[in-house]
């Protein structure tokens, strides 16, 4: 009955398994030996693997060493580490792509566990912070990087301890170069939150950090901080935007009282109005604690990111228009249709679908702002300015509880209870009728 339009779990098809990516700079001593080691590990595991390398001007031989040792060589044109790596994804053709410091303070074994938990999650993170990780670096250096993450994770409410490990493997395309601004070290935060913010699943595993065996660190201090608060900023804007996959979802435990309210009100009358007993389908689902509390029901979203974000709770994920149902007529004995219509323009196609794919009698609930009321006007500036990146700017179309019941009714819907949120948000219960 349920046709995804888009696959949520797909690979890509290139010739090769995994693309182990290095980043360098005045490596020599230890970049030959690095790849070498990582190439004998891929052989052993029966990896089909690339080693690239690019390099950002060293004067010393770590070109020759890698090149010696089986690696392509590129030279960095961007500036800054984080330049280099969205150059470096341009090259990889792998289905998978790994990424570890090139001075050898990442064990290489370490590559077998990453590529052994490649199913478990979008991005595989090697963590000093979870139970046995560990590091070798200076006091200093670990006190600096305990607090960087800890920052990161709470401000962010990112899930994940250690947002600024390199030592990764990335399943191909949750990476996207061409979106990514930062170009220092803070890459690697903006890569992570970025991922978890389009919907894209991450795992830690244990990582014993070590010290590097030869040459100096790269790091500018004062310039490594500096880049991440600015970083910090830009994140924490995303991560508080309608751009997150899980706004829907954080807004139910929202720390600003009227929104969490609000997300619990409509919650409780939404699943009062729908019969557990029965199978759903919810369009324009979102992220919302409303459909990952009907595990069995069918999400349906125009956003992947949504959908994606959903795996860990619902297996009926379909990625569809509302204007166009991809459902067969009359598969549903009710549906849920919150919050979604007045975020599109007007058309009774809308509503004539509803009823094409909902079973005789069935029911159908349907959520939008009452903008004949004089409250939701009020409600909505307010919003609009608490909440800036939330959704009171796309709200296009305006309808009122008696054109929202005769829209209904011109499409073969009698309104059998309807309710409000403080006024403003309207909630309507439906049922489908013979037409005359």
Known sequence: MYTAVHRLNCTMTTRMDLSILLLTLNEAGNIGPLVSDLSRICKQTGI?????????????????????AGA????????????????????????????????????????????????KADLIVGSRFIAGGASEASEFRKTL????NLTFSKALSIPIKDISSGYRLYRREILSPDVYTSENFNILQEVLVRAYTDGYTICEIPLKYQQRESGVSKVNYPKFLCSYLG??????????SIESADYDYRAYYSKIPLQRYWQRKRYAIVNSFLDKSRPVLDIGCGSSKIIQDHPEAVAMDILMRKLRFLRKTNSKLVCASTFKLPFKS???????????????????????????????????????PDYGRIWWPIIEYFYARLLPNAYADEHITHYTRQSLID??????????????????????????????
């Open 48 to 68: 089909l693997f690339e080693i690239i390398v690019v390099d950002g001007g060293s004067t010393d031989n770590t070109c020759s060493e890698a090149k010696e």
């Open 72 to 119: 392509i060589v590129y030279q960095q044109k961007r500036p800054g580490y984080g330049g280099a790596f969205r150059e470096g994804i341009t090259y990889c053709s792998g289905n998978y792509i790994a990424t570890l410091d090139a001075d050898r303070s990442h064990p290489p074994e370490m590559l077998v566990q990453l590529w052994q938990n490649r199913k």
């Open 145 to 148: 990087s305990s607090i960087l």
């Open 231 to 240: 970083t910090l900023y830009r994140l924490w804007k995303l991560r508080n």
């Open 330 to 368: 009359e598969s549903f004995s009710q549906i849920s249709h919150s919050q979604v219509i007045e975020h599109i323009p007007f058309d009774i196609k809308i509503f004539s679908e509803l009823n094409r794919v909902m079973k005789p009698n069935g029911n159908l609930v349907i959520g939008t």
């Open 407 to 436: 829209t209904l009714a011109d499409s073969g819907f009698k309104t059998l209870d309807y309710r409000y949120i403080c006024g403003g948000e309207l909630i309507v219960k439906a049922k489908k009728v013979e037409r005359c």
